[in-house]
């Protein structure tokens, strides 16, 4: 079972390069998030996408945009890369319970980010 | 809105001692906890969740939470540790509501470093 599955795994920019970070699930789930991770911070939401053609913002958009390709893929794209950005970048999935009942994330594996 | 503070930033102990790692929350809504599971280049994982009903919440590999209202505390216990418990451990917090569903708020993280 492949999951939630991030690519690259590994990326080193210089300041001001662009890139686009990829997020697969096969789960068939609703909704789809990127978090960065920072020593001392835990996890915070940068973006979401709650279903297929919406996205919205998180808790640090900016800098950042996001493109949910199709249910799923999506992506998370850099436009001019700063030093703050270096961070660990972490995709996940959830079912989404339109009951109101929280459902789990599902995480994939890590997208190390280091802007020079 | 919601914030988490986990209390500990590192917890040492010595393999198959008891072990508590304290997370406490504030919200002014009603609110879904979760403790969270990250091993060494990997994702997170779920450990366990408190959604509703009895206070003392089980998860899996040992592990168990209660859920302490009147002190808006959420703390992980387990009654004797393993070295493949060594990882770092995220309580988190989402409000009700479908609005707020997987829009998960994570504490700082607490490294657990089991000894042998």
């Known amino acids: 079972n492949a999951g939630v599955t991030q690519t690259p795994k590994f990326q080193v920019l210089k300041t001001g390069q662009s890139m686009t970070l990829q997020c697969a699930q096969d789960?068939?789930?609703?909704?789809m998030y990127w978090y960065r991770q920072d020593p001392g911070m835990g996890l915070r939401l940068i973006y979401y996408s709650a279903s297929e053609g919406t996205t919205d913002k998180g808790e640090v958009p900016n800098g950042y945009n996001v493109s949910r390709l199709n249910k799923r893929e999506f992506s998370l794209r850099l436009e001019s890369a700063a030093p703050s950005q270096t961070s660990v970048y972490f995709c996940?999935?959830?079912?989404?319970?339109?009951?109101?009942?929280?459902?789990?994330?599902?995480f994939g594996s890590g997208t190390q980010l280091s802007v020079l | 809105a919601q914030s988490v503070t986990q209390l500990d930033s590192q917890v040492p102990v010595f393999e198959e001692a008891p072990v508590e790692l304290r997370c406490n929350y504030s919200s002014s809504v009603s609110v879904y906890l979760f403790w969270y599971v990250q091993y060494p280049n990997q994702g997170l994982q779920l450990l366990l969740k408190?959604?509703?009903?009895?206070?003392l919440v089980k998860g899996i590999n040992g592990f168990e939470a209660e859920f302490n209202k009147s002190q808006t505390s959420f703390h992980l216990r387990k009654p004797s540790v393993h070295i493949s418990d060594t990882a770092e451990y995220f309580c988190a917090v989402s409000g009700h509501g479908s609005s707020n569903t997987g829009k998960l708020i994570f504490g700082q993280g607490t490294t657990l470093q089991v000894k042998p």
């Open positions: 408190y959604l509703s009903g009895s206070t």
């Open positions: 996940a999935s959830s079912a989404l319970s339109w009951a109101g009942d929280n459902e789990k994330l599902f």
């Open positions: 789960m068939n789930h609703n909704s």
